[in-house]
């Protein structure tokens, strides 16, 4: 089954400062604010919407189609791409352009100081979805990124009757009430954290049912506490599957919803699939950075089955319909 992940790629920069912020930032003056961090080295990452949905599907079997937009630097992260098998053609390289990229700066308390430049990603990927692509054997998530895109890759979708998730994440305050509505409308799963389901109600004003009628399914992850899914006939909760250790859940909300997708594509009921992205996500708080960790496929199933029990759904019975959903906005 073809899978389609548009969003972003970037490079988290990452920095610890050996100090509190709060010991170099004084109140009175924060009007004519002026410091200077010493920190203790820079590591970079591979990150990014896209990349990381799709590293984790790689790590799953599954090679995507990555659609974003990259820059004159992305040699390094281009070169690990391939390392996994991954095809190429929907990433745009845009010349005199950074790939985007976050700078991360957190100190012994846990604060973060981020800067973030969008770099490549304010341009457009121009990866055309055309009529080649089978709805019966195609799924597609469009991620957080380059706005127009969003706009554009989930119309495309509807349009050409092709089930897509629809995760608005660190978008959804760049994004009109309008926006983000017609966009939900038609796709067959909106996925968000708590925090970002209660801005996605307050800036659409549609409540769950309301969404309900315009998406077959809203995914919500709750981080430690698992996940819940509601559709037209109830909700129903998803707990979180136990982590070796826990070190840092950055990443943990891209897992997750590269699991959910392997679990789709297999054929499998959403609850299973959200599951399946559960166990993913278990994976990814074991380490730092969202490209880190890895697994085998007995280690994954295995660890699934630990958590979930051994019987998985009916799966290639249970085909991928898109949603008839309302498109009124």
Not at 42 to 71: D, H, M, Q, S
Not at 101 to 125: E, V, W
Not at 136 to 146: C, D, K, Y
Not at 272 to 282: D, K, L, M
Request: aromatic fraction near 8%; charged fraction near 25%.
């Amino acid at each position: 089954m073809r899978i389609m992940v548009s969003g972003s790629l970037a490079y988290d920069r990452i920095m610890d400062f050996p100090g509190k912020f709060e010991d170099h930032i004084l109140p009175e003056k924060i009007h004519i604010l002026n410091v200077c961090f010493t920190v203790n080295g820079l590591v970079e990452k591979f990150g990014g919407t896209a990349g990381n949905i799709a590293y984790n599907l790689a790590l799953l079997g599954e090679r995507p189609v990555i659609i974003a937009t990259a820059g004159e630097d992305f040699d390094r992260y281009e070169q690990w791409l391939q390392t996994l098998g991954l095809p190429l053609e929907g990433i745009r390289r845009i010349e005199g352009e950074l790939t985007a990229g976050a700078y991360i700066t957190t100190d012994l308390l846990d604060n973060q100081i981020t800067g973030f430049n969008p770099g490549a990603m304010k341009f457009r990927a121009e990866f055309q979805v055309d009529g080649s692509c089978n709805p019966e054997e195609t799924l597609a998530i469009v991620a957080p990124g380059n706005l127009e895109d969003m706009a554009a890759y989930s119309k495309a979708y509807k349009e050409g009757g092709i089930p897509y998730i629809f995760d608005p994440g660190q978008s959804i305050t760049a994004l009109s009430g309008k926006q983000l509505r017609q966009m939900i409308s038609g796709s067959e799963v909106l996925i968000s954290n708590d925090y970002e389901l209660e801005m996605i109600t307050k800036r659409t004003g549609l409540e769950m049912t309301e969404l309900l009628a315009r998406t077959k399914a809203v995914v919500t992850t709750l981080g430690e506490q698992g996940s819940v899914v509601h559709t037209p006939e109830g909700r129903e909760e998803v707990k979180a599957a136990r982590a070796a250790r826990v070190v840092d859940p950055t990443g943990a909300g891209d897992a997750y919803r590269a699991g959910l997708i392997k679990g789709l594509v297999m054929r499998h009921e959403l609850i299973t699939a959200a599951r399946i992205g559960a166990t993913c996500a278990s994976y990814a708080v074991e380490c730092h950075g969202t490209q880190e960790h890895s697994f085998s496929e007995e280690d994954f199933w295995g660890r699934y089955r630990a958590n979930f029990g051994a019987e998985l759904d009916g799966g290639a019975g249970n085909r991928l319909r898109t949603t008839e959903a309302s498109s009124e906005l």
